[in-house]
């Protein structure tokens, strides 16, 4: 009887060292969080104005007007940006986005992945890893980019997709991240980075008439504005991506850490329960054997 006392004391002392660190990662994400929204909040109605622009611009030119990066052309080579996290401890975040990373390569490019042509590039080290492990083509150049997060870190990956999206060593180039809502709630994206997609024939009020199409001025020339716009636009769109993808893994972790310190309550509350239950049977047992043995002593 002791010793199971002793082994349920141990079980509370190390689920409650278990609820210090749940609580302490909690805050600290939590902290983190903060951050990182205010951050993907002020980027993101930019970076979708240029995204929009963009995709307006391309729709409206024709494809020699310095269009390379709109080049549409029979897929053999696929390029896909994975964006997970570095670390682990936040629920499914991380194989939430490697599972539509996995579908979307099983079920739109089945054919460039039985030839070896579908490279994955893992920015973070989670995703990096599991592609490695299960073999697939990776690129170690960008995992670590969440070391140093900076604009001119993601430019650097971003630019190399498109260097080699114009050399033709990809015929398309796709984003698979995580898109922040809230603490509680990622939405799992994949989106088209090359060639830029063009914009969608919104409906209008009335249907007899068709969708406008933006018109702009350009000054100086439309082929020199485009060829400035387009790397620095596709530069923004990865960089919010990353930033989307990093507000969403504290989400993720403040959540799951949450949940964790409310296991923790309920195991206590079961252990110290079975404790008060045990430590009962003790003190039965033991009055049990002193008066059985006074009345023994007075037979």
Not at 120 to 129: A, H, N, P, S, T
Not at 156 to 170: L, N, P, R, S, V
Not at 242 to 252: K, M, Q, R, T, Y
């Given at each position: 009887?002791?010793?199971?006392?002793?082994?349920?004391?141990?079980?509370?002392?190390?689920?409650?060292?278990?609820?210090?660190?749940?609580?302490?990662?909690?805050?600290?994400?939590?902290?983190?969080?903060?951050?990182?929204?205010?951050?993907?909040?002020?980027?993101?109605?930019?970076?979708?104005?240029?995204?929009?622009?963009?995709?307006?611009?391309?729709?409206?030119?024709?494809?020699?007007?310095?269009?390379?990066?709109?080049?549409?052309?029979?897929?053999?080579?696929?390029?896909?940006?994975?964006?997970?996290?570095?670390?682990?401890?936040?629920?499914?975040?991380?194989?939430?986005?490697?599972?539509?990373?996995?579908?979307?390569?099983?079920?739109?490019?089945?054919?460039?992945?039985?030839?070896?042509?579908?490279?994955?590039?893992?920015?973070?080290?989670?995703?990096?890893?599991?592609?490695?492990?299960?073999?697939?083509?990776?690129?170690?150049?960008?995992?670590?980019?969440?070391?140093?997060?900076?604009?001119?870190?993601?430019?650097?990956?971003?630019?190399?997709?498109?260097?080699?999206?114009?050399?033709?060593?990809?015929?398309?180039?796709?984003?698979?991240?995580?898109?922040?809502?809230?603490?509680?709630?990622?939405?799992?994206?994949?989106?088209?980075?090359?060639?830029?997609?063009?914009?969608?024939?919104?409906?209008?009020?009335?249907?007899?008439?068709?969708?406008?199409?933006?018109?702009?001025?350009?000054?100086?020339?439309?082929?020199?504005?485009?060829?400035?716009?387009?790397?620095?636009?596709?530069?923004?769109?990865?960089?919010?991506?990353?930033?989307?993808?990093?507000?969403?893994?504290?989400g993720a972790r403040m959540t799951a850490m949450d949940k964790a310190s409310e296991n923790a309550n309920e195991m206590l509350r079961s252990l110290k329960i079975s404790y008060n239950r045990a430590r009962q049977a003790a003190i039965t047992t033991e009055l049990t054997e002193i008066v059985s043995g006074a009345a023994a002593l007075q037979g």
């Amino acid at each position: 009887m002791a010793g199971q006392l002793k082994e349920v004391r141990n079980r509370i002392k190390s689920v409650q060292s278990t609820q210090q660190i749940t609580k302490a990662m909690k805050m600290v994400s939590a902290a983190k969080l903060r951050k990182a929204q205010d951050s993907i909040l002020q980027m993101r109605p930019y970076a979708q104005k240029l995204q929009d622009m963009l995709s307006n611009i391309v729709s409206n030119s024709e494809a020699g007007e310095g269009m390379s990066l709109a080049a549409e052309r029979p897929i053999e080579k696929v390029l896909m940006i994975v964006i997970t996290s570095d670390r682990g401890l936040c629920g499914a975040f991380n194989a939430n986005v490697i599972k539509l990373a996995r579908n979307t390569i099983n079920e739109k490019y089945p054919e460039q992945h039985k030839k070896g042509n579908v490279t994955v590039w893992g920015i973070g080290k989670k995703g990096f890893e599991y592609f490695v492990k299960n073999k697939y083509n990776t690129d170690a150049a960008y995992k670590d980019i969440f070391l140093n997060l900076t604009f001119e870190h993601v430019q650097q990956a971003a630019q190399a997709a498109m260097k080699a999206f114009a050399e033709k060593q990809f015929d398309v180039v796709e984003l698979v991240y995580s898109q922040f809502k809230n603490a509680a709630t990622q939405k799992f994206e994949v989106e088209r980075f090359l060639p830029i997609p063009k914009s969608e024939n919104k409906p209008t009020d009335n249907p007899g008439k068709a969708a406008m199409k933006a018109d702009f001025l350009y000054d100086p020339s439309k082929e020199l504005l485009v060829a400035e716009l387009m790397p620095k636009i596709l530069n923004t769109q990865l960089y919010k991506a990353v930033l989307d993808s990093n507000a969403s893994e504290h989400g993720a972790r403040m959540t799951a850490m949450d949940k964790a310190s409310e296991n923790a309550n309920e195991m206590l509350r079961s252990l110290k329960i079975s404790y008060n239950r045990a430590r009962q049977a003790a003190i039965t047992t033991e009055l049990t054997e002193i008066v059985s043995g006074a009345a023994a002593l007075q037979g």
